[in-house]
């Protein structure tokens, strides 16, 4: 899976738990740095510490569909599929367009999908 930025190997959310206030051009300069800096973590293994930047920075902009789909990359990595799956549904809703975050966001049902599929059957 790819984060917006750069490479890392390893629907619609109810409105409350995703405002939609847009962000000042300061606060999307904040926000852009707090998606780096996840970003920078990650790549480092810290996956607890790159969610709370990237929920910071959605946050501070919550029409930023790049800190969605790496926010549910990391929460896949961490097993928090619901969490996850309403993330990349977020920046899908945000970017329909964006075919990183499709490609992402298939992988992940694909995945999942399988996942709970064997997991019925056994």
Known sequence: MKF???LILGGVAAASLFPTTP???AGKNDARAQVEFGISVAQRG???EAIY???KAIEIDPGY???????????????ML????K??????????NNSQIRQNYELFKEINDRTSAEKSTT
């Open 23 to 25: 962000a000042t051009a």
């Open 87 to 96: 993330a990349y549904e977020k920046a899908i809703q945000i970017q329909p």
């Open 65 to 79: 569909a790049a800190a969605y789909n790496d926010l549910a990359i990391a929460y896949e990595h961490e097993g």
């Open 46 to 48: 810290l996956w607890r």
């Open 53 to 55: 930047r990237w929920e």
């Open 4 to 6: 917006q930025t750069a």
């Open 82 to 85: 619901d969490k996850a799956r």
